[in-house]
């Protein structure tokens, strides 16, 4: 547990994740580039709050905890803040990566009341807070539904004039024998 609670320090974990799912996903690699800071900066605006807020971390007589935090301020969890930060976002780039990238988060939340970190309420909070941070992280949209549709028809109609040797369908075809000096002459050329 305290090794696991060791890799969410700083969003670490998440900015390898991004990263290494930039070099492995070259159309969405600018995607996943605008997603590997959310997690350093969820502990940025963490750490705004715990200064506002001020709660100490829990002290238990005969358990010290297992391990050791940058600050005495437990409001909210920063590992909560990050880590739900980072997997919101990076769902937000690959919808099928929701289930693993939650799975991590969720386990990084865990660690903290388990080794005396944080109440349970801490990490509720900093689990809000990363939420809601990773729902509006800007640029980590694809194309929208307009955009597809129309590189959809684009598509389509290039595909289809191909497929008819180049035709675009306003004019019947030139006949075979003559056909091009009585077109000539009934289509006149702009000058």
Not at 37 to 45: H, K, N, R, W
Not at 61 to 79: E, G, I, Q, V
Not at 178 to 187: I, L, M, P
Request: with cysteine; proline share 8%; glycine share 10%.
């Amino acid at each position: 547990m305290k090794t696991l609670g060791m890799t969410g320090e700083w969003g670490a974990v998440w900015i390898a994740i991004a990263l290494a799912a930039a070099a492995g996903d070259p159309n969405r690699r600018k995607r996943w580039l605008r997603a590997a800071p959310v997690a350093p900066v969820a502990v940025g605006l963490n750490y705004l709050v715990k200064v506002a807020v001020r709660r100490d971390r829990p002290r238990l007589r005969r358990l010290p905890a297992l391990a050791s935090a940058p600050s005495a301020l437990s409001f909210p969890s920063a590992h909560a803040t990050s880590s739900l930060a980072a997997a919101t976002a990076m769902s937000r780039v690959e919808p099928r990566a929701r289930l693993p990238l939650l799975g991590l988060a969720a386990a990084l939340c865990i660690t903290r009341p388990y080794l005396g970190m944080h109440y349970p309420s801490d990490v509720l909070a900093g689990a809000a807070l990363g939420v809601a941070l990773g729902a509006v992280w800007p640029g980590l949209r694809g194309p929208g539904t307009e955009d597809r549709l129309i590189d959809l028809v684009v598509a389509r109609a290039a595909g289809v004039a191909e497929s008819d040797g180049g035709s675009n369908g306003d004019r019947p075809e030139r006949a075979a024998s003559g056909g091009e000096a009585s077109q000539a002459q009934s289509d006149p050329q702009p000058q």
